[in-house]
């Protein structure tokens, strides 16, 4: 308890000393906008999945669409934080636990589980996913990967995706970690805070270095 409590004045005590960047800043409303964007995006694809499950019997969750992949990574997006493209790229579907070599999504255990990443030296990242509709959505595809290119295959590198983000959102994903992790820190809220440095592999000071902009 008087661990978490140092943790805790910590924090506060930085994000207090980052008050002084305000200044140098982009606005508080390109941030919002950017937000509402993306929003907008997710909206927008979650009815065109929801039509096509009326009106052609889900063909589009069954046939794994780009618009049910890009719905997806957005939902997480959106509500867990921005994990690296490379972290998704490769990113298995599946009902059980698998080794520590392989990126995951266990539906069962409700969990998102990342072995591979850019700082896997402090072990693997485990965010837990607590939204019924992203959950039933994603259970819809055990057995494949998160996001594939229009041919089924695994994207070859995480430019690749990049690519294909930020031709269907005008903004590629760390335009949204950015915006995420300013909002993060606007708010002040260190739960929230902890949650952004375990998603993003990142501790409180490189996000504000580089990512509270």
């Known amino acids: ?17 980052e008050e002084t960047k305000e200044d140098i800043k982009k606005s508080v409303e390109e941030g919002n906008a950017i937000v509402e964007h993306f929003e907008h995006h997710l909206e927008e694809l ?28 957005l939902k997480i997006y959106l509500t867990y934080g921005v994990l690296r493209p490379s972290e998704l790229i490769n990113c298995l579907l599946t009902d059980c636990d698998c080794d520590d070599t392989t990126n995951y999504i266990n539906v069962n255990t409700k969990q998102i589980v990342i072995n591979n990443h850019k700082n ?20 819809k595809g055990v057995g494949k990967y ?4 229009q041919q089924g295959e695994l994207y070859q590198s995480s430019s690749a ?33 902890k949650q952004l440095e375990h998603t993003q ?6 996000i504000m270095d580089h990512y509270n902009v």
């Open 1 to 17: 308890m008087f661990k978490n409590k140092i943790d805790f004045y910590s924090t506060k005590q930085t994000l207090k000393q």
């Open 46 to 73: 979650g009815k065109i999945i929801q039509n096509d499950a009326i009106e052609n019997d889900n063909a589009m969750l069954n046939n794994w669409s780009v618009e049910v992949q890009l719905y997806r990574v």
């Open 120 to 139: 896997d030296r402090n072990g693997k990242k485990v965010i837990d996913i607590d939204d019924k509709k992203l959950l039933g959505i994603l259970r």
């Open 146 to 149: 998160l996001i594939t290119n």
């Open 161 to 193: 995706f990049s690519t294909v983000f930020m031709r269907y959102f005008e903004y590629n994903a760390y335009d949204l970690r950015k915006v995420i992790s300013s909002k993060c820190i606007q708010n002040g809220d260190v739960e929230e805070i």
């Open 201 to 206: 592999g990142h501790s409180l000071q490189v």
